[in-house]
């Protein structure tokens, strides 16, 4: 969570519900880096253009920012922060393999999101 409203900071870990947001499912404690690295490698291919791996993980950071600057799912009564799922939020496999490049991008942009113009939130 962040410090404070005017300076969000990247979360060191985020809570990922392994399935639907009503479904009975196990929820894990990853650090957020780390789910990053599992989402993009869900989700996109590792042969992408560079530029174009960037452009998707620097969403995927700011997706989940969203949702834990937001406390969408918190704030509704959940215990979790996101689902494994892309039918709400995106893919997460738990204990999946994560590809090298995207691994060496994720640690390059970590700490970079997208804000709205204006203003300091993801």
Do not use: C
């Amino acid at each position: 969570m962040p410090n404070n409203i005017d300076t969000p900071v990247v979360p060191e870990y985020i809570t990922v519900h392994l399935g639907l947001p009503d479904q009975p499912a196990e929820n894990v404690r990853v650090p957020f880096a780390a789910y990053i690295k599992n989402v993009a490698s869900s989700e996109i291919y590792p042969n992408w253009p560079e530029s174009a791996i960037h452009a998707n993980i620097l969403a995927q950071i700011s997706y989940a920012m969203n949702r834990i600057y937001t406390e969408y799912y918190r704030s509704r009564g959940y215990d979790f922060d996101i689902t494994s799922t892309t039918q709400y939020d995106q893919k997460f496999i738990l204990n999946r393999d994560i590809f090298e490049n995207i691994s060496q991008i994720v640690d390059h942009i970590f700490n970079d999101y997208v804000v709205k113009q204006g203003t300091v939130q993801p």
